[in-house]
Structure formats: C-alpha cells, structure tokens
C-alpha cells in the first residue's frame, strides 16, 4: 500500500498557496473578506463566506496539488454562482 495517502493533520499548510487560493476566490465571488480552508470535501459557505477545498490534492506532485486546488475553487465559486435558491428550498421544505 502506498504510503502517500496515509498522513494525518501534524502537517501545516503553505501560506503562500492558501493566500493565492484566496486571492482566486475573492476575485470570482468580488467578496474581499472571503477566507480559504482545507478540509475533507470542497464547498462554499456563503453565511460564514468561506471556501473550503480538499485534503484530497494533498500528498501528489505539486503541479497536480495546484491543479486540483484550483479546481477545487474555481468549481466551489462558479456551482454557488449559479445555482438556483429557490430549487434548493423547494427540496429543503419537501
């Protein structure tokens, strides 16, 4: 079994990548005060207006991690953009 997947969270992050995930997002939701995590799943929460990307990209040559933090923002931003609220109460409420 590889041993690449297998790390746990007494790791820290690179600010500089946090910071240029964070500089993508606020540019895309035109939100100055948005903050950028890196948890388990990728999503926007737009009450607390943070982005979180995934632990997923962790652990894999660096050019994939960026590729895949990327992502991670840029499909978060644009699925907030442009979904619809009323669908999603419509499926809350029923």
Do not use: C
């Not at 035109?30 to 632990?55: A, G, R």
């Not at 840029?74 to 619809?84: C, I, K, P, Q, R």
């Amino acid at each position: 079994m590889s041993e690449r997947f297998i790390k746990f969270n007494d790791e820290q992050l690179d600010a500089k990548q946090v910071m240029m995930l964070q500089d993508l997002d606020r540019l895309l939701l035109k939100h100055e005060q948005t903050q950028v995590k890196i948890q388990k799943f990728p999503y926007y929460n737009p009450f607390s207006n943070t982005l979180i990307t995934s632990w997923f990209w962790s652990h894999r040559p660096r050019h994939v991690e960026q590729a895949g933090l990327k992502t991670d923002v840029l499909l978060a931003t644009f699925g907030y953009l442009n979904m619809d609220a009323s669908i999603i109460n419509q499926v809350l409420h029923h």
